[in-house]
């Protein structure tokens, strides 16, 4: 059963680019969450998405960002018109359902982003 | 002030020895308490997690919590090179979200 799969594990983008990232959750699971990971800071909570709904988007920047997980393929985290501050570690996980015990959700190997 | 601190480390211990690492929080309504393990470049790992007070003990590690201080710690005896990456804590309270600390880079010298 492969695990969290997310990709590109590497991005370049321009200032003012689109960055598109995705993440395939474990399978049967239909929870998503995404995360950031910024140099000591560590790990923030963006977003919570179940199948075609958006549950929890409290940590989610105002503008430029957005997620989705649609009924078909990845769930997908855009940010438009990027910026260096965007520069980061963008980590998803999964987990089969809304139970709230933490061994449910894991984590995939992260997406880096650098903005030049 | 941020829900769980962290002291980021680092941390260099002899094989062997016996690692403390120890995070706060603020929420009193945090209820379950975990410790996730991230080596270089890959993602977090959970090590293992505590629902309320007390001591959980798996192996060579053991996770504490005390509630009355906000306090969280994890223990790791016999301390092997193999168990160098950084330690992230992380507190849930009611909803879905994880609240994690900046983690501390811990190195294990053979």
């Known amino acids: 059963n492969a695990g969290v799969m997310q990709n590109p594990r590497h991005l370049v983008r321009r200032r003012g680019q689109e960055a598109r990232l995705r993440c395939s959750p474990m399978?049967?699971?239909?929870?998503v969450y995404w995360y950031r990971q910024l140099p000591e800071e560590g790990l923030k909570f963006m977003v919570y998405l179940q199948k075609e709904n958006i549950i929890d988007e409290s940590g989610m920047p105002k503008e430029r960002f957005s997620a989705e997980f649609p009924k078909e393929g990845p769930s997908i985290l855009r940010i438009q018109q990027v910026v260096r501050g965007d520069s980061a570690a963008y980590f998803c996980a999964s987990s089969p359902s809304n139970l709230r015990a933490p061994d449910t959700q894991y984590f995939g190997p992260g997406t880096r982003l650098t903005v030049l | 002030q941020k829900e769980v601190e962290q002291d980021p480390g680092p941390l260099s211990v002899p094989e062997g020895a016996i690692v403390s690492l120890n995070c706060t929080y603020s929420?009193?309504?945090?209820?379950?308490f975990m410790w996730y393990r991230q080596y270089s470049r890959k993602g977090p790992e959970l090590l293992m997690y505590t629902y309320s007070s007390g001591n959980k003990e798996d192996g060579r590690f053991t996770a504490q919590v005390d509630k009355s201080s906000k306090y969280i710690s994890l223990f790791i005896r016999d301390s092997q090179p193999s168990d160098s990456a950084t330690y992230l804590c992380a507190s849930q309270g009611t909803g879905n979200q994880f609240y994690f600390g900046t983690g501390t880079s811990l190195t294990v010298i053979p």
């Open positions: 929420n009193s309504a945090f209820q379950y």
């Open positions: 399978k049967g699971h239909s929870h």
